[in-house]
């Protein structure tokens, strides 16, 4: 659906309405996380496990390349369980109905 | 008796029944409203000029009772237990039917009841209840689907009040009628003391019982299945108190009980993935409840002042959060009429208000910097670094991103963003608003709390509230820059899903989760063993049927008038016979002598 069409619904276009303005959204989010990487740089961090020769927790940019590729893998995981797990609304309702269904 | 009846457990419980009672013409609802919202007021007010130690004592066959002991860790969760059921009950004024905050405060009460309770027996009193009077928060919603919730959701309450009551049947037997046995306290310890290790099946019955209303791993669904099926209201009152209690017994009676590290630190991780595909957007916090539950459930495992002080934290700051995060989704549901995140859409433009304070709690649940969580889940991340738990770290790191994702931006996003579903509602009612900027404002406040005390030098009442003295420093230039690195960039990677279509849409469905294995499967075998039954019921009925017959048949055969044994005989034939038996009979007696 289109997000113009619905902005006017109510009688006002907003500033998200506007297909640009989402993707200015994830720019500036880049280059927020850009800036937070940067941080790393401003200060030094002392490891507590020497696990992984200390970068784990001691070392530059650990925590964005856990928090991305983690957040990334959590979501296409996830997506293949529905292969398994996912059923129709009325899954329990149908008591006697057939329990393959999708 | 003023003691009794005006102890925290009481005065809320028989205040709410009291006022349900009261007729109408006598009591308006306002005036009504005003005084439930006074019980929880005057019931804090009277317990904080109490001091730590033993209230509301009486002897029942023998044992003394303690309905009130009052020491550092029950406190803290008195507090946050008042707090909840004024929230709550500010909350539930949006319909004229007073039903709900009564049984609110009500359970509210039974709650206080279970972390004041200073024996075992008292426990298991307002343990059961809770969950009664929880259940009927789950029915009051009054459709089909919150009738089967509500009856399963009260089986596995029931279920963890027989293990608890076996259990403490179970200790009574073993350690005997020794004073104090039925003191609610370490019990590892006590077991331990009476030469009982762990393995005991006492201690492990109470835990389990313990376990199963914190949401532990295959004993979790309950909640998932039962909480999004109850009214706005009844999910805010339900998410603060039931988990919570469990939460505290655990921390009172297993702490450092180290299977409860990696049990917890499975809860953290499993729900995230399927919250990740759920539509139900309640359900997304259900889900997501199990996960913070995890976080306490491991600082307990670990057991030192720093964790412990970390799980109690967390709760208090959850029954906020999370409450302010189900009263915004509440608050959708009463305006819009469902909560599913593939017909929601764009409602940031019909409820600011809700929008922004659903944020607030959003940011809450994620632990930013400022913010709640940040200021009690790093206690518990601290202390299993500063025990050595390298994977468990891991595991609670990649939760804390994964809580963020589904959360923290799941919820705001498919509710009041994505794409516009053309939904244009009201803002929700003046009383929602209040609850929830009290929520959202408390919760506000624990993360601000340490940044002042760091700046100004001024003192941290929440940390001051905690069950042991706090030696730690939140506002780190490492943990800030840490934790925003995480969270920033686990939101690229939702935004980088979304903008390459690789996120997974939400799609109205069902995903299976161990309830299934009572819900499908056992219902299944229920109706198998069933058919069995009849079967051979059937098959017996008509087997035994036909021998009866048959048997009828022959009798009447043989004693009918016309048989054999039934007819007229003729007296000679029959002298004759005797004459036969007696020449039978001297024969043999004749042979025998012989």
Known sequence: MAHEDHGKQGGKTYWLDRKGNVAKVFYALILIDVLWLAADFLYKKKAEFDAWGGWADGGFGFYPVYGFVGAFLLVLAAKQMRRVLMRSEDYYERRRGGGSST | MAEFLLSPPLLLMLGSVVLAAAPRNVLPRTVLRALLLALPVYSLWRFWGLDFGDYAQFKLFGQTLTLVRIDPLSRIFVVIFHLAALIGSIYSFYV??????????FYAGSALGVVLAGDLWSLFLFWEVAAVSSALLVWVRRSG?????????????????????????????????????AEFRNLT??????????????ATLIFLAFGLKAAFPLLHSWLIDAYPESTPAGAVFLSAFTTKFAIYALARAFPGQ??????????????????????????VLAYSMTNQLGFMVVGIGIGTELAINGAVAHAFADILFKGLLFMAMGAV?????????SDLG???????????????????ISAFPLFSAFATKSLIMSAAVYKEYFWLWLVLLFASAGVFHHAGIKIPFFAFFHHDSGIRCKEAPRSMIVAMVLA???????????????????????????????????????HVITQSQLLFFSALAFATLMRTGLYPPELRSVNLDA????????????????????????????VAGRLAAAALETAQRHLGPQGFLGRSWLTASMALWVAVLLAAYLVVFYWRLG
């Open chain 2, 515 to 542: 309830d299934w294995l009572y819900r499908r499967v056992g219902l299944r075998i229920w109706d198998g063993v069933a058919a069995a039954f009849t079967a051979t019921h059937r098959t017996g009925y008509a």
């Open chain 2, 96 to 105: 004229k039917d007073n039903f709900q905050p009564l049984v609110g405060v």
């Open chain 2, 145 to 181: 689907r919150a009738a089967g919730a509500g009856l399963r959701y009260l089986g596995m309450q029931m279920v963890s009040g027989v293990l608890l009551l076996a259990g403490i049947v179970l200790l009574r037997h073993e350690v005997g009628a020794a004073p104090g046995w």
């Open chain 2, 333 to 341: 549901l009463y305006r819009v009429g469902h909560v599913n995140g």
């Open chain 2, 440 to 478: 959202a404002a408390a919760s506000m406040a624990i993360g601000l709390f340490p940044l002042a005390e760091m700046w100004f030098g001024t003192a941290n009442p929440f940390y001051e509230l905690l069950p042991y003295p706090v030696h730690y420093e939140v506002y780190t230039t490492t």
């Open chain 2, 258 to 283: 180290s299977e409860l590290i990696w049990i917890g630190g499975l809860m953290t991780a499993f729900p995230i993935f399927f919250a990740v595909i759920e539509n139900d957007l309640r359900r």
């Open chain 2, 346 to 364: 764009g409602l940031y433009k019909s409820m600011p208000i809700t929008t922004g304070l659903c944020i607030i709690g959003a940011a809450s």
């Open chain 2, 189 to 202: 310890g006590f077991l331990e003391d009476g030469g009982l290790g762990f393995t005991n099946l006492a």
